[in-house]
């Protein structure tokens, strides 16, 4: 079964703060994609990053930086340097090369960022 | 990536009544997808639509209240049946664009209830 766990509902931090957002995930695929999306208040979900399980680079993109560790089967979010408008709810999913592509959610956490 | 348009982007309907939501693409996809996010949730898959055949979809969720098409390559529809006020969610497309990169992203969404 795959599973994606965000242990963190709601996260406040003071603009400028860095903060971490957590993802755990389960799969029993060896193959499998990760992936970070954003959506704020609007509504829309916004794609932010896809890695593949058999590339464990961290990748940095601006203020955006992500932590793949498979030995303890995360994918990490870090944004530094935060600001106002990174405020929105952020979800972590999984999808796997024998299910098909389909994502599976994490329940998301909502990052409120605070001026 | 993919441009992903849906229509309508949000309504008020009454109860029993159907609903059909349509997701266009501005390029040819294999897979398509469609998601609802009830009120303060995560995204959950409904169905796989597939193009010429019947969608696949997800346990708990049945063709008679869900029914899918997919006619060609860049466009599929939703129909959401015989609503209930807990259908009330946002319906959300996605497409995956390319096989090999695994990339997906989802239309704005259409944000629908039921009363």
């Known amino acids: 079964a795959q599973k994606v766990t965000q242990a963190q509902t709601e996260i406040s931090v003071v603009e400028k703060e860095d903060v971490t957002l957590d993802c755990v995930y389960e799969t029993r695929d060896t193959t499998y994609y990760l992936f970070w999306y954003k959506q704020p208040p609007s509504g829309e979900l916004v794609f932010l990053i896809r890695r593949n399980s058999f590339d464990e680079q961290n990748e940095i993109s601006g203020r955006y930086s992500w932590n793949f560790q498979k030995s303890t089967s995360s994918f990490n979010f870090t944004i530094t340097a935060s600001q106002v408008v990174d405020s929105a709810v952020y979800f972590c999913?999984?999808?796997?090369?024998?299910?098909?592509?389909?994502?599976?959610f994490g329940s998301g956490t909502r990052l409120l960022v605070r001026p | 990536s993919a441009v992903i348009s849906q229509k309508p982007s949000r309504d008020i309907c009454q109860r029993g009544t159907s609903l059909t939501i349509q997701c266009q693409v501005d390029s040819q996809v294999t897979m398509m997808f469609w998601y609802r996010q009830q009120p303060g949730q995560s995204l959950t898959l409904i169905a796989t639509?597939?193009?010429?055949?019947?969608?696949?979809?997800e346990s708990g969720f049945v063709i008679d209240k869900f029914p899918i098409s997919r006619p060609n390559l860049t466009f599929s529809t939703l129909t959401v049946s015989n609503m209930s006020p807990e259908d009330s969610s946002i319906y959300l497309c996605s497409v995956d664009s390319s096989a090999v990169n695994n990339e997906q992203f989802f239309g704005p969404g259409t944000r629908l209830t039921v009363l």
């Open positions: 639509a597939n193009q010429g055949s019947e969608a696949t979809y």
């Open positions: 999913a999984l999808s796997g090369m024998d299910s098909s592509y389909k994502l599976i």
